[in-house]
């Protein structure tokens, strides 16, 4: 398996090489070049696989056995999953009028990224032990992302790991998650400003391809392919969770509602759905819309500044995975994706070709959640089901409810009553006390949790007017000088 970028790079490489990048070196993101298909049979085989099997699995059809041999893959990804709570790992929770949640929060920062990046730190291990190699890891955080990252990689020799977060844009405690980790490869930055301005030093860093190759910088966001390629599961365990029955011809549909950010979660569920699952998605946003407004009308374009919300780990105004997606639809049109984020990067403006436009409100339907909507869905949830739901768990609740009455508000909700549906469940409710409080409900909360408020924390501010990549650059030399 190779892996190309969106926007037409002259190299590909492997899956190593795509690990251990951040973008790739002409600025895009980096793809499988072909999407294996699975077949009705291969499906009907997998419906009865744990969650754990099904991500060994999917990631062996992206994993060349010749990088990492089969048996070693599978030992990874139990070692990565050992950690979790829960005895399956994730866990379906079946409530009233038919409202499917998948909780994707057991591991050890409750939230889904837990998943994804628990199983790329081992990879990242595997490899450089094998090489006896160091890397310097950056990532910018709209609040989970940071503490998943750093509980993946914290303690190792052979990883430095700087993580910007938006100052008082985190709830307390995913801060709290982030700051309270005092290990010496740890280096946090308080940054103040929005989760898309904290991203910008990151991109300049990754853009100086000298400094890039001599501190072997990466990324784990969501821009690493690794994070996209296991979330890919999730959306297998929902489907065999949900669909009623396998035995028909053509198989059921199920529709999986995703609350969406940074686009990588709801990638994965494209890719998914390119494999041959038989999946409907909805992507599901806050107030900041801009996935929405290209679903509904091809508008890929910024729309004044970030909105603060209760959901507040999708506060995102550029979506950098819709990228992948729309290279997907286009066949991997690599030169059309390219002429179309240029043109957005020097205007942040962009109207989708028709056809583009067309192939993408087939793939997802899309609605938008106010904090009035979260609030009302994670009330309506608890009243009915005695079960709190995060206020991101929350947008995807709001758009089930929305679906139960008439008439429909979404141009996707004439699809079929009695199709099952799943709910994506992002992150626990223990994550997000103010919100559950203005819901006017008891938050409930983890001793482990309540603990960070006793830690020690530390962190570095950057200020605004200060020149953020230098002071990046000039701690990232420091720590270099220092091994």
């Known amino acids: 398996m ?10 590909a490489v492997g899956f190593e090489g795509a690990l251990f990048s951040g973008y790739a070196p002409d600025g895009g993101l980096f793809m499988p070049s072909t999407v294996p298909r699975l077949e009705v049979p291969t499906l009907r085989s997998w419906s009865s696989f744990s969650y754990p099997r099904l991500v060994k699995e999917l990631c062996a059809l992206f994993v060349s056995a010749t990088l990492i041999p089969r048996s070693v893959l599978e030992d990874l990804i139990d070692r990565a999953f050992s950690r979790f709570r829960h005895k399956d ?10 409202l499917n949640v998948l909780e994707l929060w057991h591991g050890a920062t409750y939230a889904f990224k837990d998943l994804s990046l628990s199983c790329t730190g081992q990879f990242l291990q595997y490899f450089l032990e094998k090489k006896q190699k160091h890397v310097t890891i950056l990532v910018g955080t709209s609040g989970d992302t940071g503490s998943s990252a750093i509980e993946s990689v914290r303690g190792q020799k052979n990883m430095d790991i700087f993580v910007l977060l938006p100052h008082g844009l985190c709830t307390q405690i995913q801060e709290l998650q982030i700051t309270t980790i005092i290990e010496e490869n740890v280096h946090v930055f308080d940054a103040h400003g929005n989760s898309d301005e904290i991203d910008e030093p990151i991109k300049e860093l990754f853009a100086d391809t000298d400094f890039a190759r001599k501190h072997n910088l990466m990324s784990l966001n969501s821009v690493n392919w690794s994070r996209i390629m296991v979330q890919i599961a999730h959306y297998f365990y929902a489907y065999f969770q949900c669909a ?9 549909v199920v529709e999986v509602v995703v609350p969406t950010g940074g686009g990588g979660n709801v990638t994965a569920g494209c890719i998914a759905q390119k494999m041959g699952l038989p999946i409907r998605l909805v992507a599901v946003v806050n107030s900041n819309d801009i996935i929405h407004r290209a679903v509904q009308h091809g508008d890929f374009s910024l729309s004044g500044s970030v909105k603060a919300t209760l959901a507040s780990a999708m506060d995102i105004q550029e979506p950098y995975n819709m990228e992948r997606i ?8 690599s030169s059309l994706i390219k002429t179309l984020m240029d043109q957005f990067n020097v205007s942040k403006s962009l109207k989708l070709p028709e056809d583009l436009h067309r192939k993408l409100a087939r793939t997802l339907d899309s609605c938008t959640a106010s904090d009035e909507d979260i609030v009302r869905a994670m009330r309506r949830c608890w009243e009915e089901n005695r079960y709190l739901l995060c206020p991101h768990s929350a947008v995807a609740a709001h758009y089930h409810y929305a679906q139960l009455g008439y008439p429909f508000p979404y141009n996707y909700a004439s699809f079929f009553c009695s199709t099952p549906r799943c709910c994506l469940a992002p992150a626990s ?14 938050p409930d909360v983890p001793p482990e949790i309540s603990a960070l408020t006793t830690l020690e924390t530390r962190s570095t ?6 020149d953020w990549a230098k002071v990046l650059r000039e701690h990232i030399e420091e720590m270099a000088q220092r091994r």
């Open 326 to 333: 729309l290279w997907l639809l286009s066949e991997g049109d």
């Open 244 to 252: 009623p029955s396998l035995d028909t011809s053509p198989l059921p």
């Open 461 to 466: 501010p950057l200020k605004r007017g200060e």
């Open 429 to 442: 409710a223990a994550k997000f006390q103010d919100a559950v409080l203005r819901a006017g409900l008891i």
């Open 89 to 98: 790992v994730v866990h379906l929770t079946r409530l009233k009028d038919g």
């Open 2 to 11: 190779e892996y190309v970028s969106t926007r037409g790079g002259p190299e």
